[in-house]
């Protein structure tokens, strides 16, 4: 029992890590930041879910007003902004 316990937390534990976000290319980044500025937003630290949706996020993205987390799809389109 206490094998199958171990075996399923290092199973969860190894996937956790196969579907961490990564760093946009340096195009997507480049297309990132005029999709912000088209919002009024600059700066952030940007990361890609490297799972099958594609998403881009921006963490603590400067706009006009304060601070916010921004999620663009695949296309670079602004899908959700989050006052931080």
Do not use: H, N
Not at 6 to 14: L, Y
Not at 37 to 54: D, L, P, V
């Amino acid at each position: 029992m206490k094998q199958i316990i171990i075996s399923t937390v290092a199973i969860f534990a190894f996937a956790g890590a196969a579907l961490a976000d990564s760093k946009p290319s340096e195009d997507e980044a480049k297309k990132i930041s005029e999709a912000l500025a088209a919002w009024g937003c600059s700066g952030g630290e940007m990361e890609k879910e490297t799972e099958a949706s594609s998403v881009f996020e921006i963490d603590d993205a400067k706009c006009k007003g304060g601070q916010y987390d921004v999620k663009l799809d695949a296309k670079y389109g602004v899908t959700s902004i989050t006052r931080d």
